[in-house]
């Protein structure tokens, strides 16, 4: 292997073990180990310390909190087994650290050194290596500058061993080719679409003895699932907008709050493109009016964008009296000017010509009735809401409160799809599906500022209706099952033309698909159409597709093979490539780990272990 290869993974892993170093040591606070107790065990000729193990367990507790944003303890932790990770993760390390010292593989002091001058923690405000900065970060964290540079020695020995085992390790060709193949691979079809019109004659009606057989056998179609059954009160803004007595007063005063969307004066869309001087806008003007040029080009030419021209709605009061008389006064021209403008002479492009509108007070008022009201109603379910939380209190039903306030009492069998009524409100759902027997109703909030409570009063088992209560339904669904099975007939009497030397074409309108991805659709057909496609072998192999009310025979008209020029073919190789050339790094390291582990002897005092969770809360 090349040195320089070797150097540059040697760099990357040291980076990142020195990232998480830094991770792990920050605000860390377990006592101290000294003497035998300290070791957490050992590979060959090297010791895992205390320290280590609880700087990993430390590091991965901070980076949980830091991903989820909630507490983590050793004991969450230890529940998923993670400790177990984290404490096989130091023995692999060291069975490396082991193999490395076995083979004399080591860096000098001055790679040592030019990798602590690069830490950004050890820089001072100039940005260049500080000593003092580096001795009292490393204090900070309880070390010395040794034990850091002797740790420091040893990732980059380890790491260079690491490089050495996988670094020569590229794209496995046997493995992504075959990939790219099967992902790339397209095809093109003919569908022939088959519908009730194109059966001899139409599905008829079922008779009586036809629906009870259908309905007999296939009872889980028109059974009602699980219902809760639930009484309820509420009220809403809507109960009441035509109770609230709303005054002219507050209507004219709202209106004349909202005079400018009423009283709207004439306006204009305009864009304004200014000049240094009158002959230079003049020239412009003379060049648009010729056919030269547009004034597109001429907003272009000056490195202008559209919002630097644009002056969006305009009134006569927002312009110049001289540019407000040459624009409303012309009501046929795109282009007009040049007109003196505070900026200067300018052409102004007129996109729409807005005529003035007046709403008056009479037409607006009943919109700004409604409105009131609506809002006259939220303040008074707002009113009365403590006094219903009053009754609830004193334990009145939710009979009594209807009776005794406005809210108006329903019931509805309630089930996951009900939508109607109150069902179509979130918050009545949410207490739809969390009331239990025996709950006592409180007060909910609704969206549009309503209020309801509610009572479980029964949970109605799956129930399987009468016939004759729901025959609509089961007349709908033997018609659909029976269409089904029509069209399948029909599509196996063309299969069997084609197989007797027919043309699919002559047949029946087709329509072709090209081009089509195994990840891809085809629009307007079932979803599985792409996938019963990519399961034909061989190109004049048909196919029947099923959906609710159609049939498709399909015919495999192509297999077109990866283009290996397509810019999206060569992006998948690249990322299928890196992808099994990591996985097959990952395994070939992982085993030469588990080997060296093997070869060296692990020892382990679950002593200490358990010493070291004692220090964690």
């Known amino acids: 292997m090349a040195r320089s290869a070797v150097k540059k993974a040697s760099n990357l892993f040291v980076w990142i073990i020195l990232g998480l170093l830094f991770v792990a040591l920050a605000g860390f606070g377990i006592g101290s180990f000294s003497g035998g107790a300290s070791r957490v065990g050992a590979v060959g000729d090297i010791e895992i310390t205390a320290e280590d193990y609880a ?39 060291a069975a490396l650290a082991h193999e490395a010292q076995a083979m004399g593989l080591s860096v000098g002091d001055a790679e040592v050194a030019r990798q602590i001058t690069q830490i950004q923690a050890f820089q001072g405000l100039d940005g260049a290596f500080d000593r003092e900065t580096y001795e009292f970060t490393l204090r900070q964290n309880g070390l010395n500058p040794a034990e850091f540079e002797d740790d420091l020695r040893e990732d980059t020995a380890r790491s260079l061993l690491q490089a050495a085992v996988i670094g020569g390790i590229g794209p496995q060709t046997t493995i992504t080719e075959p990939l790219v193949a099967y992902q790339g691979e397209t095809r093109d079809v003919s569908l022939l679409i088959l519908t009730e019109a194109d059966l001899p004659g139409a599905v008829p009606q079922p008779t009586d003895a036809e629906l009870l057989t259908h309905y007999e056998a296939h009872p889980d179609r028109f059974t009602d699932p699980e219902a809760r059954r639930i009484t309820y009160a509420w009220v ?37 493109l200014v000049f240094a001087d009158a002959p230079s806008a003049q020239a412009a003007y003379d060049a648009i009016a010729a056919g030269q040029t547009s004034f597109d080009t001429l907003v272009a030419d000056r490195g202008l964008r559209f919002e630097d021209v644009d002056l969006g709605e305009v009134t006569r009061d927002d312009l110049t009296a001289e540019a407000a008389e040459a624009i409303f006064s012309d009501t046929e021209s795109e282009i007009i000017g040049p007109v003196a403008t505070d900026l200067g002479p300018a052409l102004f492009r007129v996109n729409a010509a807005l005529d003035a509108s007046e709403i008056p007070f009479e037409e607006a008022q009943e919109d700004l009735r409604a409105e009131l009201a609506a809002e006259a109603a939220r303040r008074a379910i707002d009113d009365l809401r403590d006094p219903v939380d009053d009754l609830l209190a004193e334990g009145a039903t939710l009979e009594e409160l209807a009776e005794t306030t406005e809210m108006v ?5 309630y089930t996951p799809v009900s939508e109607d009524g109150i069902a179509a409100y979130d918050g009545f ?10 709950d006592f109703p409180e007060l909910i909030a609704l969206s549009d500022g309503g209020l309801f409570a509610l009572r479980l009063d029964e949970v109605v088992p799956p129930t399987l209706p009468p016939l004759a209560d729901i025959r609509g339904d089961v007349v709908a669904d033997w018609r ?7 069209l399948a007939a029909r599509g196996e009497a063309i299969i069997g033309a084609l197989t007797g030397g027919a043309r699919l074409e002559d047949l029946g309108r087709t329509e072709t698909e090209a081009q089509i991805r195994r990840q891809g659709f085809v629009p307007d057909a079932p979803p599985t159409l792409v996938g019963q496609i990519f399961q034909l072998g061989d190109v004049g192999d048909v196919t029947l597709v099923a959906s609710e009310d159609r049939m498709l025979v399909v015919r495999l008209d192509a297999i077109n093979p990866a283009a290996r020029d397509d810019p ?10 890196q992808a099994v050339a990591q996985t097959v790094s990952q395994d070939i390291f992982e085993a030469y780990g588990q080997a060296l582990q093997a070869e060296a002897g692990i020892q382990l005092n679950q002593s200490v272990i358990n010493a070291v969770h004692t220090q964690f809360p």
């Open 568 to 577: 999206n073919v060569s992006m998948l190789l690249q990322i299928l490539g």
């Open 480 to 486: 659909a099952t029976a269409l089904r099975a029509a």
């Open 55 to 93: 700087r990993a367990l430390d590091q991965e507790i901070r980076a949980r909190i830091a991903q989820t944003g909630q507490p983590v303890t050793l004991a969450n932790l230890r529940a998923q087994g993670v400790d177990q990770a984290v404490l096989q993760s130091l023995v692999a390390r």
């Open 236 to 272: 809403t803004p809507a109960m009441l907008t035509d109770a609230m007595a709303i005054d002219e007063a507050s209507l004219r005063a709202l209106y004349d709050e909202r005079a400018d969307q009423y009283l709207q004066p004439e306006r204009r869309l305009l864009e304004r």
């Open 429 to 438: 759902r949410e207490a739809a599906m969390a009331v239990q027997p025996g």
């Open 409 to 413: 009492l329903g019931t509805i069998d």
